[in-house]
């Protein structure tokens, strides 16, 4: 079965600071993986895949399949990145739905 | 363009009864997937569409739950007999076509379903 934990409910840190977000997943095969985010009355929206390599926004995520995790960092935290955050995966071999964590709210103070 | 849209963003019913949910899809994406959100919880799997036919309906919780999208582009979520813990936001996404290594699914608002 394929599962995601975020290990973390609640997250605040100082606007400059690094930010860490943890995302660990559970599957077997070769995953694909993802972070979405949704601001304050927003919708649920794609921050970046692991199979594209971008930066968005300052933030990156590695994929470590040995640590099976996917953190998302970016080095110094706006307050505009206030938001829930929600790690996700999608299976390989023609499963389309995404599994997700429970998502973890980062609170940037000024 | 527009994005998904979802009606209604509110629904309160009561215990027992029947409600619909709509999913409007962004124009000219082939796949759509329903998911429900409990509160504290991230977004749980429900039904995925490729067209009209429903590709994977393993996430529908029992038979209460049903989804049709009989023309490949707008999408009913169906909930019989509705129950108290039936209530969560339900999401709509779409993506141009399905497949794990495919699309970015584009999510909707969602509709927040209240049973009382």
């Known amino acids: 079965a394929q599962r995601v934990t975020q290990p973390e409910k609640l997250l605040s840190v100082f606007k400059g600071a690094p930010v860490e977000l943890k995302c660990n997943y559970s599957?077997?095969?070769?995953?694909?993986l993802f972070w979405y985010v949704q601001y304050s009355r927003q919708r649920l929206q794609l921050l970046l895949r692991?199979?594209s390599r971008e930066s968005i926004k300052g933030f990156t995520a590695d994929l470590n399949k040995g640590e099976t995790s996917f953190h998302l960092k970016k080095p110094f935290a706006q307050e505009e990145d206030s938001a829930m955050y929600y790690c996700a995966l999608a299976a390989q071999g023609g499963s389309e739905k995404l599994v997700f964590g429970k998502g973890t709210k980062l609170t940037v103070n000024p | 363009g527009a994005g998904v849209s979802q009606t209604p963003s509110n629904k309160v019913t009561e215990k027992g009864k029947y409600v619909e949910l709509r999913c409007d899809p962004i124009?000219?994406?082939?796949?759509l997937y329903w998911y429900r959100q409990s509160l504290g919880q991230g977004p749980e799997f429900l039904i995925y569409?490729?067209?009209?036919?429903?590709?994977?309906d393993s996430g529908l919780p029992n038979d209460r739950f049903f989804a049709v999208r009989p023309e490949g582009s707008v999408s009913t979520l169906k909930i019989q007999r509705t129950e108290r813990g039936d209530s969560a936001v339900y999401l709509c996404?779409?993506?141009?076509?399905?497949?794990?290594?495919?699309?970015?699914?584009?999510f909707g608002p969602g509709t927040r379903l209240t049973v009382l």
């Open positions: 996404a779409s993506s141009l076509r399905g497949g794990w290594s495919s699309n970015e699914q584009f």
């Open positions: 569409f490729q067209g009209t036919g429903a590709a994977d």
């Open positions: 599957y077997s095969g070769s995953p694909e």
């Open positions: 692991h199979i």
């Open positions: 124009s000219g994406h082939t796949a």
